[in-house]
Structures are given as C-alpha cells and as structure tokens.
C-alpha cells in the first residue's frame, strides 16, 4: 500500500509540472499512467498467494532417456545401423553378462545387451560372464545405441554398448567365449558381426567353447553303449524366428546298435549348459527320436524339452552333449 501512495503522489507531481512549467518538455502522459499501473499490478500480484492448484507441476523425468545423433560415425563391419541414436550413461551395476544397470541423467536404467546371451544366476559359467562384463563396463561411461525395439518384456532397455575407445562390449562378450550370438528380431542389424565373433571363438576354443573342444572324443570310447545325433535328421536352425518356433528346432538321436538303451535320467546340454533330462524313455535299436525345444506331449518318436525361454541351438553354431546317468559323456556333435 505504500508503495501505491507514493507511486500516485510522484503522478500529481508531474502533472503539475507539466501544467505550470513551460520550460519543461512535454511528457507523454498515458505512458506514465501505464507504468505506474504496471508497477502497482506487479506489487499486488507478487503479495497474492497462488493457489496450489493454479501452480505449474513439476516436470516428470521421461520413461525412456533422451537420445541425441551420434556426434561421430559409428562404423561396425556387418551392422547395419541406420542414423544411430545414442544415450550416454554411467555403469553402475553389472548383473551378469549381458545385463547392467546405467544411470541416464539421474536416473537408473536396467540395459540388456543386444544380439546375444550370457548364463543367467545359478547356470553354468555365469560367474565367469559377469565378471568378464564386469572388468569391460563397470564404473566407467559407455554410449548405448538402439536398434529397432525400445525395451524388452521385462522393460529393460535394449542395446549396443560401447566403449570410449571404441569397443563393441556385446561383440566382445561373443568374440571371447563369455556369451553366444543370439538373434531377436526385430533387433538385428549386428547379427552377421556378432556371428562371425562367434565363429572366431568357437575355432581358437576360448570361454564356453573351450570345453566343446577338449572333450571331442567318440562315445564308443567311452562306453559300450551307443547313442548318435543323427545330423541329418536334425534341425537346429528352426525356420523363422526360433524363439516363435521352438517345436521347429530339434536335435535327432539314433540307437545304432542291436539292443535298447534306456535313457531314463540321461542329460543333454548346449555348449552353453542349457540342460535336459529325458524322463522314463527308452530308444529301440534302429530307432530315432526327436528332442523338440518347445512344448508337447511325448512319444515313442517325439520328446519335449518344454523351454520357456529362447532356444536352445544357436544358428551360428553349437554343441550338444550326451551324458548318461553318471555324467560320462556318451556323445559330442558340434556344427
């Protein structure tokens, strides 16, 4: 209110002025009556509370991180990532070989390495995967550049990680034994780099291919009883997406002998450790039978692994390992 008087009393002032003066130049009126109208309206509107429902709502952070174009070229042999788009963050977790945790502006996301797969807690070899991630990413920045899908089912994001330097983490995962090549469509503009890294691999026998190699042995040396994957009659590459067509992809084994085996209890695993167990079953001489990946009632022909996560057989290569109900290794195919 003060103010208001003392704005008011300095108008009259140069109102009389101008009225009783000639000396002084003239003065645009209106415009002194407009400041001072909006200098008053300031001060009554600045000592009025604002209603809590009239106030602005604070800002809230995005589901997914900004992205912004790559300042550099990104130039990956076998990729091909179109106008790639990047987000920088800091690794602050390593949950196991394919999977971190990055904080994005403040926030904490949970990124899963595209285009491959790592042993998840609890499988064969994933102490040795995580830590391998572990010594490549944690604590540093890395760039994670999208392929076509955002996010997975379990909402994390997906993508490529790399380096400062440069380094392609989910190829090096592959290219070093810690982790296979996997393809999930849509996301695969990498699949032909990340194959040949697993290709690379699996001919020096390093990580996980190191055991492939160092038990190549034929299993009549092992036992008196033989059991073969018959290749010719197997289908490892399920046409298609493999992870929508998992009653397509199948191993197939023959009894070549005169005598039925019973291959109650006996396993069959991937190069990577995936494991199945055959339940009551038995193979006559002469005959094959079809381990299926996916789901489906047993016959004398056709078994089912019933695998509710992705497939078993990668299609760049694999090995499958027959072990009877002491763990000898009866069989070993390799492609």
């Not at 600045?46 to 991180?65: D, F, K, L, N, Y």
């Not at 690379?200 to 042995?217: C, P």
């Not at 018959?230 to 005598?259: I, M, R």
Request: one cysteine or more; aromatic letters at 8%.
């Amino acid at each position: 209110m003060m103010r208001f008087l003392i704005l008011i009393g300095g108008l009259l002032l140069l109102l009389l002025a101008c009225a009783t003066s000639t000396a002084v130049p003239t003065i645009d009126i209106q415009r002194v009556v407009e400041l001072t109208v909006t200098a008053l309206s300031a001060t009554v509107n600045a000592a009025t509370p604002v209603p809590a429902s009239a106030q602005p709502s604070p800002e809230m952070p995005s589901p997914i991180p900004t992205t912004q174009s790559a300042p550099m070229i990104i130039n990956i042999p076998g990729c091909s990532l179109k106008n790639p788009q990047f987000e920088q963050g800091l690794v602050t977790k390593v949950v196991d070989g394919d999977t971190i945790d990055v904080e994005i502006d403040g926030e904490t996301f949970a990124v899963r390495y595209i285009g491959m797969d790592a042993a998840e807690r609890g499988e064969p070899f994933w102490r040795e995967a995580r830590d391998k991630n572990a010594a490549l990413v944690e604590g540093v920045m890395v760039a994670l550049i999208q392929d076509v899908s955002p996010r997975d089912s379990f909402e994390r994001l997906l993508r490529y990680v790399f380096l400062a330097d440069g380094t392609f983490v989910n190829e090096e995962m592959v290219r070093t034994g810690y982790a296979r090549a996997m393809a999930y469509p849509p996301d695969t503009a990498c699949e032909d780099q990340l194959n040949q890294a697993q290709q690379d691999a699996q001919q020096r026998g390093v990580g996980i291919w190191a055991r492939a190699l160092a038990t190549n042995t034929p299993s009549t040396a092992l036992s008196g009883v033989t059991i073969l994957v018959e290749p010719s009659c197997s289908q490892f590459n399920a046409p298609g997406d493999d992870n929508n067509n998992k009653n397509e992809e199948y191993v197939c084994l023959k009894n070549p002998g005169n005598q039925a085996v019973d291959l109650t209890a006996w396993t069959i695993e991937d190069g990577y450790g995936w494991t199945y167990t055959f339940q009551h079953f038995s193979l006559d001489p002469g005959d094959l039978v079809l381990l299926h990946t996916g789901c489906g009632t047993d016959t004398a022909e056709d078994l089912f692994w019933c695998r509710t996560e992705t497939a078993i057989w990668n299609n760049g290569g694999d090995c499958v390992h027959l072990k009877d109900t002491q763990g000898e290794l009866i069989e070993e195919f390799c492609y």
